[in-house]
């Protein structure tokens, strides 16, 4: 399970940051500029590999208006009342490459209103279209945990099959011309 105070630090990022959840900045850029430090040391941080120090995490929670206990201990989602599957449902819906909204909605056997609905968080899915809508979003994202209970909403890492096609692309064409060179027979072979 990740860590509590890593989704806490998520959430309230999340929930005070509307530029966060139209994720026209990330987290980790947020999070840096609170607590001033880098941002390999906020993404550090969000990975659970390295912990705020007492100083940082003070700056954190006077920011946000939280006291320690609070935020040590406790869900802030689930204080808070959030209703994750809504949350991730609006979210991931959203994050669907163009076409692919009308192909869920067949696939679920939804109309466009009621996706529609879905994705602004007016309604949710029960049932099995809450069934079929879990098995398609799990399927186009590579979703390893349950999206009824596990935050992706707070993830800045979230994306389709075309985004991660398109980052591995990237990534290749970034690769120094030698480590290419070493990797092309084994990618090749890889992609054959």
Same mark, same amino acid.
């Given at each position: 399970?990740?860590?509590?105070?890593?989704?806490?630090?998520?959430?309230?990022?999340?929930?005070?940051?509307?530029?966060?959840?139209?994720?026209?900045?990330?987290?980790?850029?947020?999070?840096?500029?609170?607590?001033?430090?880098?941002?390999?040391? #906020?993404?550090?941080?969000?990975?659970?590999?390295?912990?705020?120090? @007492? #100083?940082?995490?003070?700056?954190?929670?006077?920011?946000?208006?939280?006291?320690?206990?609070?935020?040590?201990?406790?869900?802030?989602?689930?204080?808070?009342?959030?209703?994750?599957?809504?949350?991730?449902?609006?979210?991931?819906?959203?994050?669907?490459?163009?076409?692919?909204?009308?192909?869920?909605?067949?696939?679920?056997? #939804?109309?466009?209103?009621?996706?529609?609905?879905?994705?602004?968080?007016?309604?949710?899915?029960?049932?099995?279209?809450?069934?079929?809508?879990?098995?398609?979003?799990?399927?186009?994202?590579?979703?390893?945990?349950?999206?009824? @209970?596990?935050?992706?909403?707070?993830?800045?890492?979230?994306?389709?099959?075309?985004?991660?096609?398109?980052?591995?692309?990237?990534?290749?064409?970034?690769?120094?011309?030698?480590?290419?060179?070493?990797?092309?027979?084994?990618?090749?072979?890889?992609?054959?």
């Amino acid at each position: 399970m990740e860590n509590v105070i890593i989704h806490n630090i998520k959430y309230l990022i999340w929930k005070e940051n509307n530029e966060i959840r139209s994720r026209k900045i990330s987290t980790k850029d947020v999070l840096a500029k609170i607590v001033d430090i880098p941002q390999s040391e #906020a993404m550090a941080v969000l990975q659970g590999r390295k912990q705020l120090s @007492t #100083a940082q995490q003070d700056l954190l929670l006077k920011y946000f208006h939280v006291d320690e206990e609070t935020f040590i201990l406790g869900s802030l989602l689930e204080l808070d009342n959030v209703c994750i599957v809504k949350e991730n449902i609006s979210f991931l819906i959203n994050q669907l490459e163009h076409g692919k909204k009308s192909e869920l909605g067949d696939f679920v056997g #939804a109309n466009h209103s009621t996706v529609w609905r879905w994705c602004s968080g007016e309604s949710v899915p029960t049932g099995k279209k809450l069934e079929a809508l879990v098995l398609f979003l799990n399927n186009y994202f590579f979703l390893d945990k349950d999206i009824r @209970t596990y935050p992706f909403f707070l993830d800045d890492n979230i994306s389709g099959i075309y985004s991660k096609k398109q980052q591995l692309s990237q990534m290749i064409f970034e690769l120094p011309d030698e480590e290419f060179k070493s990797l092309y027979s084994s990618l090749k072979k890889l992609l054959s």
